[in-house]
T-cell receptor, first 114, second 115 residues
Framework: AQSVTQLGSHVSVSEGALVLLRCNYSSSVPPYLFWYVQYPNQGLQLLLK??????LVKGINGFEAEFKKSETSFHLTKPSAHMSDAAEYFC????????????FGAGTRLFVKA | DAGVTQSPTHLIKTRGQQVTLRCSPKSGHDTVSWYQQALGQGPQFIFQYYEEEERQRGNFPDRFSGHQYPNYSSELNVNALLLGDSALYLC??????????????FGAGSRLTVL
């Protein structure tokens, strides 16, 4: 079973519209969840992380995510999309197997239309 | 403060050849993880090095090997290259890796094309 599943390989929104990128995690994984972003021709960088503190996590560039244990979800949102948000977004989890390793979802590419 | 640096940025090899990719971690980080990212896919975990030892390994064949040096820098070696090895290889560093809250810092990657 996948540790994290991202629903939708591509999402397209208009500039100024709500951004919602979906991520569900396996209930067997520890609650160390992350969102990373990858801009074209770059490595990944951390957007935000959940580590069992507040369930609503705020990240950089106006993004936030809510940890919902009952739904095993960790969806990423932003109230108003900007053209510069166009990128690939990855949901990830840290799994312990003798040390922690980060496992990534398949990614969701966000397109922002003018 | 330099982040993670990788070299080379691009390279082209032919089937059956061998390749070595290099990574210098972020200052203060002691753990290096390598990922393979095929086009349109998420990064796949190859292995992780800590204290010059391979601590964890993903589902990759023995053709993929690595090394970590005392200064924490690392190499990824791939032998007997296959067409399917064409991908972006990402190096990520972190601190220790014994905390679930551990965050990875990534390099820009080495893009390998196998012809």
């Amino acid at each position: 079973a996948q540790s994290v599943t991202q629903l939708g390989s591509h999402v397209s929104v208009s500039e100024g519209a709500l951004v919602l990128l979906r991520c569900n995690y396996s209930s067997s994984v520890p609650p160390y969840l992350f969102w990373y972003v990858q801009y074209p021709n770059q490595g990944l960088q951390l957007l935000l992380k959940y580590t069992s503190a507040a369930t609503l996590v705020k990240g950089i560039n106006g993004f936030e995510a809510e940890f919902k244990k009952s739904e095993t979800s960790f969806h990423l949102t932003k109230p108003s999309a900007h053209m510069s948000d166009a990128a690939e977004y990855f949901c990830a989890v840290n799994l312990f197997t003798g040390g922690f390793k980060t496992i990534f979802g398949a990614g969701t590419r966000l397109f922002v239309k003018a | 403060d330099a982040g993670v640096t990788q070299s080379p940025t691009h390279l082209i090899k032919t089937r059956g050849q061998q390749v070595t990719l290099r990574c210098s971690p972020k200052s203060g980080h002691d753990t290096v993880s390598w990922y393979q990212q095929a086009l349109g896919q998420g990064p796949q975990f190859i292995f992780q090095y800590y204290e010059e030892e391979e601590r964890q390994r993903g589902n990759f064949p023995d053709r993929f090997s690595g090394h970590q040096y005392p200064n924490y820098s690392s190499e990824l070696n791939v032998n007997a290259l296959l067409l399917g090895d064409s991908a972006l290889y990402l190096c990520a560093s972190s601190l220790d890796g014994t905390s679930g809250a551990n965050v990875l810092t990534f390099g820009a990657g080495s893009r390998l094309t196998v012809l």
